[in-house]
């Protein structure tokens, strides 16, 4: 699992797989979740991450939990 911070889009994007991309669902305006072809999740993309992330309805949750933590990344649990 690798973790992209870009601090001037205020995002972070975290590698999950190195599938290729297929498809991608927003969960809300500021969580969208990659997809490969088998419908497996390869990527997560969070906005706004300066504020909190809300890990609800994310895959790999307890992971992603802790490396956003770990990036002193707020988590709302």
């Known amino acids: 699992m690798k973790i992209n911070y870009d601090p001037d889009a205020d995002a972070v994007y975290i590698y999950l797989s190195n599938q290729p991309y297929a498809y991608g669902k ?3 305006n500021e969580r969208r979740i990659d997809y ?31 490396i956003l933590e770990a990036s002193n990344i707020k988590v709302f649990a």
Not at 43 to 61: F, R, W
Request: net charge negative; aromatic share 0%; glycine share 6%.
């Open 36 to 66: 490969s072809a088998d419908n497996t999740p390869i990527g997560i993309e969070l906005l706004s991450v300066s504020k909190g992330v809300n890990p609800d309805d994310l895959p790999e949750q307890d992971k992603i939990i802790k």
């Open 26 to 28: 927003d969960l809300d």
